[in-house]
């Protein structure tokens, strides 16, 4: 499989209207827009970085993922997204060598993107997206 770039970084908040004040007024970045992914409870920002971005993670219900996981380890990095070519080729890699997965197939992210979790138990701990989109 061919990984193309750290694609963004994932980072929980509690909320992104008063969490982004730190990514634009301090750190001098834009946000593109925030758009909500209904499946994932979570509503997303992002704020390109170069050839990468930050994404902002706000949960839209209690009992979401990004909801959970600051209830367990409060705000932070929450998952790395490495940019791959072609996911599917990716995943069936990843599958025959034995490692495992949350998502067996992709599903619709943020942007149109295709993306997939990789389980962090296979990872030391780091929760793993593999995102493939078009530009
Ligand atoms: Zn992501």
Redesign the pocket.
């Given at each position: 499989m061919k990984i193309l770039k750290i694609d963004?970084l994932?980072i929980a908040v509690s909320s992104i209207d008063e969490k982004k004040n730190f990514w634009m007024d301090a750190m001098g970045l834009e946000m593109e827009g925030t758009e909500t992914v209904e499946a994932q409870n979570v509503t997303t920002a992002f704020l390109p970085v170069g050839e990468s971005e930050v994404?902002l993670l706000e949960s839209t219900s209690e009992d979401g993922p990004i909801a959970k996981y600051i209830a367990k380890k409060g705000e932070g990095i929450q998952?790395v997204?490495f940019r791959v070519e072609n996911i599917e080729d990716a995943l069936a890699e990843l599958k025959e060598k034995g490692i495992q997965l949350i998502d067996q197939t992709p599903r619709k992210?943020a942007g149109g993107a295709k993306?997939a979790f990789l389980h962090p138990k296979a990872t030391s701990g780091v929760l793993v997206?593999l995102c493939e989109r078009e530009e």
């Open positions: 963004h994932g994404e998952h997204a992210g993306i997206e």
